[in-house]
């Protein structure tokens, strides 16, 4: 349900659908890598959170498999948040961060209940987990996923919905870790990743008018903005508009 029913201003052709088609792969090669890095000894079985999972997810929708879905991906989430260690502030032996974040992340694609759970438990994670190098290839991951999101999704809807909201409060989080690692200069050899977020960034400014008629989310996108050009060392977006170009000290 949307929680303000106010049409936004759209923004179409901002990524052609080839380069969407691209990206999204990419993005899915990405949390495949990070699985495999962060898991190597696991046993990988046909139900495991691939975009392969994600579709049958959605297409049982109103099926005799719906049930057997939404179990599987309870369950999926519930290991999820265990590596997660949102009982225990992200910290222990079983905790295995950017795993699960890249999880959780998978898993608010899956429509329904389980998108909502899913965004929720990685805010919660974000919020309170410790800081470590160890997590950056996966925040580079998670910001370049959340900014997809928006561009191509999110924005091109008529109505800011919940999900909305916490997709760019979950992108607020991220690239302020980001930023962390930026001032903390820990960034450095990650050029390459640097190059790919800013693709996102540009179509970002885009998206940015739809947000006007919201301060609060508009805050979390012009943080996204700003910080980003920060960490990727680039100059202010020449198509900004004159409300993006706020000075913010950080």
């Not at 929708?61 to 991906?73: D, I, P, T, V």
């Not at 899956?110 to 974000?126: A, P, R, V």
Request: with cysteine; net charge positive.
């Amino acid at each position: 349900m949307p929680i303000i029913k106010v049409p936004v201003v759209h923004n179409l052709g901002i990524i052609s659908q080839t380069h969407k088609e691209d990206l999204q792969k990419r993005l899915f090669k990405k949390a495949q890598e990070i699985t495999i890095t962060t898991n190597s000894k696991a046993t990988r079985n046909p139900f495991e959170i691939t975009e392969e999972f994600i579709r049958k997810y959605n297409n049982s929708h109103g099926s005799e498999e719906q049930e057997k879905y939404n179990e599987l991906a309870r369950q999926l989430l519930s290991r999820s948040k265990r590596r997660a260690g949102l009982k225990c502030m992200g910290e222990g032996y079983h905790v295995q961060l950017p795993l699960a974040w890249a999880e959780m992340l998978l898993l608010g694609l899956c429509h329904g209940k389980i998108q909502n759970d899913s965004l929720d438990s990685l805010l919660m994670s974000l919020d309170h987990a410790p800081v470590h190098a160890e997590q950056i290839p996966a925040l580079f991951y998670l910001g370049e996923s959340v900014l997809y999101w928006v561009c191509t999704d999110t924005s091109q809807k008529p109505n800011l919905y919940t999900c909305e909201v916490k997709i760019l409060k979950l992108g607020y989080l991220v690239f302020l870790r980001l930023f962390l690692f930026h001032i903390s200069g820990n960034l450095s050899g990650y050029q390459r990743s640097k190059s790919h977020l800013h693709v996102f960034l540009k179509a970002l400014s885009q998206c940015e008018p739809c947000y006007q008629p919201y301060p609060n989310i508009l805050l979390s996108v012009h943080f996204m903005l700003r910080s980003g050009e920060i960490i990727c060392g680039l100059e202010p977006f020449e198509d900004d508009s004159a409300s993006v170009r706020v000075t913010y000290k950080f």
